[in-house]
């Protein structure tokens, strides 16, 4: 069965480093997701993508972030300069379309020390 | 401001009974809801998607429903087991915006 893939599974970084979250969404999907769930808290939305470009981005989507689909298959989160307060498990999510199902990666735990 | 809540936080059954997961959200304008299962650490996996025109949907030992007018939605589980044991996530989507607010979950337990 098809399955939205995420890499690393866990990144530790220092505050203030660049760092690059990887997704592959299931391959017929047009819509990608990513959201964050800090420990304990809920999960959140952050940001949405079709057609090569952001669709819909929260609050906490400032200009530290930014996302890309640099290929066919890959859709990327950057942190420019990470701090403190990203701490917090990531999930891309996609979509065959919008208003419908969306499938969870397995996230990627991020630890800024 | 869409916002969803679930109750209870936690719920701790004997297996074999049969238990409710309840969903409330503010705006009944909604596209959707969907219903997620999380084990500890780990990521999301979609149980159930209800659209806003239907009232239930049903996987296994899973029926979940959907009153749009009231802003609820539940969660039933048939004869648990100890593998049915994680949190349980309540999300909708909409008004106005294909993205997905969460409710903070409730924790199952089921003890054999």
């Known amino acids: 069965e098809p399955e939205v893939t995420q890499t690393p599974s866990h990144q530790v970084t220092q505050m203030g480093q660049e760092v690059i979250l990887r997704c592959v969404p299931i391959?017929?999907?047009?819509?990608f997701y990513w959201y964050r769930q800090i420990l304990g808290q809920k999960v959140e939305f952050l940001v949405s993508?079709?057609?090569?470009?952001?669709?819909?981005k929260s609050e906490i989507f400032d200009d530290q972030f930014s996302v890309e689909r640099p290929d066919g298959s890959n859709f990327t989160l950057k942190i420019r300069s990470t701090k403190l307060e990203d701490s917090a498990m990531y999930f891309c999510?996609?979509?065959?379309?919008?208003?419908?199902?969306?499938?969870f990666g397995p996230g990627t735990r991020l630890t800024v020390l | 401001k869409q916002e969803v809540t679930q109750i209870p936080a936690a719920l701790s059954v004997p297996e074999g009974e049969n238990l409710v997961l309840n969903c409330s959200f503010t705006?009944?304008?909604?596209?959707?809801l969907q219903w997620f299962r999380q084990d500890p650490g780990k990521g999301l996996t979609s149980l159930l998607l209800?659209?806003?025109?239907?009232r239930e949907q049903t996987s296994g030992r899973l029926n979940a429903s959907l009153d749009k007018s009231s802003g609820r939605s539940t969660l039933y589980i048939a004869a648990s087991q100890p593998g049915d044991s994680a949190t349980y996530l309540c999300?909708?989507?909409?008004?106005?915006?294909?993205?997905?607010?969460f409710g903070k979950g409730t924790m199952l337990l089921v003890s054999p």
């Open positions: 705006d009944s304008a909604i596209y959707n």
């Open positions: 209800i659209q806003s025109s239907q």
């Open positions: 391959s017929n999907h047009l819509y």
């Open positions: 999300a909708v989507e909409g008004p106005g915006y294909s993205t997905l607010t």
């Open positions: 999510a996609s979509g065959e379309t919008n208003y419908n199902e969306q499938f």
């Open positions: 993508f079709y057609n090569n470009e952001i669709s819909e």
